[in-house]
């Protein structure tokens, strides 16, 4: 099914796509992620109960970020956007910078962002590529305590308002190396008009692979780049 050259397109990628660069994905080791059980790390009570271990959690995987590098997943969705003629909204479940780096600009990030920090006093949003600590204060308000820009569970992800507004009027909707274990991403599928052509490429069925018309099952760095070449007729 070829699609209007103008017809706006919702990317969503998971931790699949950043896999072949070396970042480990969440589901593939016993719900340990790098050793750690997600609610130690990655719940608002965890940085209540201890906040130095999420503190230091964090600036791990900070650190890790100038060793990786963007695959050829990511670049041929950086590619899609700059030679596509309508929108290509790129929502990623990531927080690593590996799509920004690519060239991808009209990218919503709705679990966040490794290299910010959020003020817990006045709230405001900050580039942090350093570590981060209790002793951490806000530049903008110059008092506030700093945490780590990222949605934890029990908490709202990020740009939900934009995302659905622009599900409900794309043409195309693909899902890309995501579990489908985590709502609500895993319920955009469902949020999309009857028209709306949607695919789901990854190494394995997800567990919402039935909500998909189309399935791709195989690697993000040869999977992406040729359909990202199909849709573009090259
Ligand atoms: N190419 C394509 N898909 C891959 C590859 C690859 N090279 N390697 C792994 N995958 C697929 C796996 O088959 C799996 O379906 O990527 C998916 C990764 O799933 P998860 O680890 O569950 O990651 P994700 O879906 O992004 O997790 C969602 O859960 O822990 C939270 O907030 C965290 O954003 C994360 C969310």
Redesign the pocket.
Known sequence: MTLPREATLVIL?????S??SGLR????ANGL?ENHR?EDV?TPEAFHRNPALVYRFYNERRRSLPGVQPNA?HLALARLEREWAGEVLLVT???DDLHDRAGSRNLLHM?GELLKGRCLGCHAVLDWPGDMDSDSRCPACGRGRVRPHI?W?GEVPLEMESIYRTLERCALFAA???????YP?AGFVGAVGPETRTVE????P?RVADAFREHRA????D?VPAFVAELLGS
């Open positions: 990628t998971g931790a699949g796509i896999a072949e994905t969440f589901r593939d992620w997600v990655a997943a479940q990531n927080v679990h949605v569970f890309i190396g995501t579990s489908g274990h985590v991403a490429l990854n190494l394995e997800s195989g690697r993000a760095t999977l």
